[in-house]
């Protein structure tokens, strides 16, 4: 089987500092791989530079066999990269529904078959249990909910890799029992990539887990192989996994 994603030597500088450091990195279509690490490890900068988001200082990045270092983000887009930020990039003054329009129409050769894109929003919705919020203004939804609706924009790119940078910070435990719902159900037809802090919700969700430290993968296994891995252990310094 062919990787859907690898990365080689892919480093990016920032000034003087390697936020990420010479990676090489492999991703199987149909996993949900989690990226976990100390703050500053290189997370966010990595899952940016796969999604086109900044560009790298080195390296390549080959996404289905194509090479696409060069490609700018909404490209990538097209090929099926979904990105969702880590701070809510919702449109708040916008409704549910017409924020995931526009990732919709993004998607569709022709923007204006008005019944395709109610097909598309209506589709991302549902599956993010968002539906019969559609006609509120995302600024009214609560916190978790407008997570949710960040996925469901992410979603509504129909992706083949979804990148998910903490999408569970800030949401009830009860709120993320349902989006570890959500995951397995993408995870059916698309791989997932997901920066994630809590331990139960990688230990629960990942095929296998990928350990940033100082800009370089520390480690790489499944999630029983991480948790008794001593290095990962110290890097966190006893505070997880
Ligand atoms: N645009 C930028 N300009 C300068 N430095 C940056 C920039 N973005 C990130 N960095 C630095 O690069 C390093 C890696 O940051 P990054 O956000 O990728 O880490 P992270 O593992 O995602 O951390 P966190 O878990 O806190 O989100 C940090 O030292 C950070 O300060």
Partial sequence: MMPLLTTKGLSRNFGGL????????TLMPGEVRAVIGPNGAGKTTFVSLVSGRIQPSSGTIVFDGADITGLPAYARVRLGIAYTFQLTSVFANLTAYDNVAL???LTLSDRRSKGAVDAGVMAALERTGLADRARMPAGQLSYGHQRLLEVAMGLALTPRLLILDEPTQGLSDSEIDNFIGLVREIAKNATVL?????????MQLADRITVFNAGKILA???PEAIRKNAAVQEAYLGTAP
């Avoid at 390697?18 to 990195?25: L, Q």
């Fill in 18 to 25: 390697r936020a990420v450091d010479n990676v090489d990195f």
């Fill in 103 to 105: 990732p919709v129409q």
């Fill in 194 to 202: 997901l920066i994630e802090h809590n331990m139960p919700v990688v």
């Fill in 220 to 222: 790489e296994g499944t």
